[in-house]
């Protein structure tokens, strides 16, 4: 391999891990305004699951109310069993499906509709 191919095989290399960087994925971030949904705006399954949540039950899923982990790192950190989830049906959908609305101890909500690939918070 001649010195100019190393070199660009370098550089190149330096790119991929740049991109794999969490300082790299932060400059996709929507913007904050793009990162909420109104109440409002919610579709009518998620505001029944909110009023649900509110109320403390009683849940339809099993499953509902359990430790969310945040593994993927989309909500801000927290210590572990900070946030819950809770289904939100969809219409159609025999299983659980992948919408869901994560509730935070401190009293902020986050609504996922693609199973926790992106968050934006519920704004009251």
């Known amino acids: 391999m001649t010195a100019a191919l190393r070199l660009l095989a370098a550089a190149a290399f330096a790119a991929l891990v740049s991109l794999a960087s969490p300082a790299a994925h932060a400059q996709f971030a929507p913007s904050p305004s793009a990162a909420e949904i109104p109440v409002a705006e919610l579709p009518p399954e998620a505001r029944k699951t909110l009023a649900l949540i509110k109320k403390r039950g009683p849940f339809p899923y099993a499953k509902d109310g359990a430790v969310f982990g945040n593994r993927e790192g989309h909500l801000p950190k927290q210590k572990r069993g900070y946030y819950r989830e809770y289904t939100v049906k969809t219409p159609g959908e025999r299983t659980r499906g992948a919408r869901r609305i994560v509730a935070g101890r401190g009293g902020e909500y986050w609504y996922t509709e693609d ?9 009251e």
């Open 115 to 123: 199973h926790y690939a992106s968050f934006r918070r519920i704004r």
